[in-house]
Structures are given as C-alpha cells and as structure tokens.
C-alpha cells in the first residue's frame, strides 16, 4: 500500500510494485519498481513517466564481512525542480516489493524486495514448496530523489550501529530466505528491520531514525500514467 508524508512543504507518496504470492510475479522476466511521487496541489495534470527521475540498484558493494549478506549502491542522479514530478527506481529484473512501503523519519523511503530462485525441478517443487528459496532485502533510499542516501545506511561490520564506520550503499540482500513481510524496531543507537519467520541473527541494523508519520490526503480523478 502507499506510505504518505509531507515534508519541507512538499507530500512524498511513496509505493512499490509486484506480485509475491505467485511464482510468475517474480518471474526472471518480471520488472518492477519503486516509486517516489510528489502530491503538488499546483499542478494537477497526471503524473507522465517522463516527469520521473530515474534511478536504479547499481552495482555490489565489497565490504568483506557476510558472505550471506550482499550490499548494492543505487544510482544518484539528480533531481530537478520544476521539471521532476518524483522518481522512479527500476528494481533488478525477478526483483518485487512483496508489503507496505515506509518513510522513516521523513529522510528514508524503504521498501521490503524478495526475490524467488529454484533450488529443484517443477516435479520436486510439487511435492515440496521449500524448494523453493530466494533473498529478501531492504531498500533504503533518499526519500527526496530516490537515489543513495549520502550517509551510510546499514550495519555493515556487524557492530549493531549504522554510522560512519560502515559502507554506503542503498540495498541490503539477505540470501537464502524469502519473506514478504519485515516489521521496524526502534533502539537506542540503531532500528533493527525483523523479518518474518526468521532468526534474530537474520535482522538488519539501520540508521537510527524516528519513523514518519504518514499523512491521509483525499483521493481525487486524477491519474497517475506509470
């Protein structure tokens, strides 16, 4: 579902796209997508693809701690005003946002991304679901232009606090689970990301920030031509 805020004056919806519940929703083929759109009261014509920034996951990150664990950077391109109406940030292709997007303290937009991969044939797959496994991981951008966050944001050398110690990058892979749905903790020095059904060891440490409150704006005709 949408996540609204409003921030420096302006309204952040902020959605995901894809299907988790069938196995062709995450297809190898699929693509889908993260959004960043601005609710502008001043302009009321539907909002074009072309009036979005785009941005995409970009390459690995090597930070030699957890081989289980893989860090991506996003693009940073920049945002225009007056031209760009939000963004849009193309997932890798397979990728899909399986639950509720967030803002966490009007800084972050974050959205839970699965992917599926086979680890039998169609006939075992039959007999026994848990043939089928995956990654689940965070995405955590800037909520402003849907690019990486300048700072870094996830515990990378596994002392619990994301800070200046740890490598930037804005997609946090946890190989060899899949689960759609995560929930935030908030602690002293660090939000921890649990995911459903999984280990403590499985949680991911994130910059500390308060979470944003979303804000109810009315519906209105207008469309949005994604």
Same mark, same amino acid.
């Given at each position: 579902?949408?996540?609204?805020?409003?921030?420096?004056?302006?309204?952040?919806?902020?959605?995901?796209?894809?299907?988790?519940?069938?196995?062709?929703?995450?297809?190898?083929?699929?693509?889908?997508?993260?959004?960043?759109?601005?609710?502008?009261?001043?302009?009321?014509?539907?909002?074009?693809?072309?009036?979005?920034?785009?941005?995409?996951?970009?390459?690995?990150?090597?930070?030699?701690?957890?081989?289980?664990?893989?860090?991506?950077?996003?693009?940073?391109?920049?945002?225009?005003?007056?031209?760009?109406?939000?963004?849009?940030?193309?997932?890798?292709?397979?990728?899909?946002?399986?639950?509720?997007? &967030?803002?966490?303290?009007? $800084?972050?937009?974050?959205? *839970? !991304?699965?992917?599926?991969?086979? +680890?039998?044939?169609?006939? =075992?797959?039959?007999?026994?679901?848990?043939?089928?496994?995956?990654?689940?991981?965070?995405?955590?951008?800037?909520?402003?232009?849907?690019?990486?966050?300048?700072?870094?944001?996830?515990?990378?050398?596994?002392?619990?606090?994301?800070?200046?110690?740890?490598?930037?990058?804005?997609?946090?892979? &946890?190989?060899?689970?899949? $689960?759609?749905?995560?929930? *935030? !903790?908030?602690?002293?020095?660090? +939000?921890?990301?649990?995911? =459903?059904?999984?280990?403590?060891?499985?949680?991911?440490?994130?910059?500390?920030?308060?979470?944003?409150?979303?804000?109810?704006?009315?519906?209105?005709?207008?469309?949005?031509?994604?």
């Amino acid at each position: 579902a949408p996540y609204a805020t409003t921030t420096d004056g302006k309204t952040y919806v902020v959605v995901g796209t894809g299907q988790y519940l069938n196995e062709s929703g995450t297809a190898a083929d699929v693509q889908n997508y993260a959004y960043g759109l601005i609710d502008d009261s001043s302009n009321t014509s539907p909002i074009s693809a072309s009036s979005l920034l785009d941005q995409n996951i970009d390459s690995r990150v090597d930070y030699n701690k957890d081989t289980n664990r893989t860090l991506w950077s996003i693009t940073k391109n920049a945002f225009i005003e007056g031209t760009h109406r939000g963004w849009r940030l193309k997932l890798n292709p397979g990728q899909a946002i399986a639950s509720n997007a &967030l803002v966490r303290g009007d $800084t972050l937009a974050e959205f *839970v !991304v699965v992917r599926r991969t086979d +680890d039998g044939s169609e006939a =075992a797959k039959k007999t026994n679901p848990c043939m089928i496994s995956g990654s689940t991981g965070i995405l955590s951008v800037d909520l402003k232009n849907g690019g990486e966050y300048e700072k870094a944001v996830f515990d990378t050398n596994g002392d619990m606090v994301a800070d200046n110690k740890d490598k930037k990058g804005g997609f946090y892979e &946890l190989n060899g689970i899949i $689960t759609p749905s995560a929930a *935030v !903790v908030s602690g002293e020095k660090a +939000d921890y990301y649990n995911f =459903a059904g999984q280990e403590s060891k499985d949680s991911f440490a994130v910059r500390n920030f308060k979470r944003g409150q979303p804000v109810f704006i009315r519906a209105n005709k207008r469309l949005i031509d994604l």
